[in-house]
């Protein structure tokens, strides 16, 4: 069983960054795809960004190409989104999410089999 907590969430400013940490426990990190996803109030959740165990294959939703950056740490078990020039409509609840196996679709929730609790960012205007 894996177990993902999530940090660094908070409240800032448009324009401003953030960066989230999810930190990995319980299972075989390295093998693992690691995406981030996010929830907003009456929305759907949505993939934001994903990364192969490698890091070999990485992908991001269009609308935060360009502003954030996932990268990941087999060592420490750690995967991070770094998150810049952050809008409003990035406000939601961000969820780190693992993927075991092989053949993944970084975009598919259904792909990922562990889930953190989220962290709250809030952009204001």
């Known amino acids: 069983q894996v177990q993902l907590v999530e940090s660094g969430g908070g409240l800032v400013q448009a324009g401003g960054s953030l960066r989230l940490s999810c930190a990995a426990s319980g299972g075989a990190f390295s093998t693992y795809a690691m995406g981030w996803f996010r929830q907003a109030p009456g929305k759907e959740r949505e993939f934001v960004a994903g990364i192969t165990w490698n890091g070999d294959n990485i992908d991001y939703v269009n609308s935060v190409k360009g502003r954030f950056t996932i990268s990941r740490d087999n060592a420490k078990n750690m995967v991070y989104l770094h998150m810049n020039s952050l809008k409003p409509e990035d406000t939601a609840v961000y969820y780190c999410?693992?993927?075991?196996?092989?053949?993944?679709?970084?975009?598919?929730?259904?792909?990922?089999?562990?889930w953190g609790q989220g962290t709250q960012v809030t952009v204001s205007s």
């Open positions: 999410a693992a993927a075991p196996g092989w053949g993944i679709d970084l975009q598919s929730s259904y792909d990922y089999n562990y």
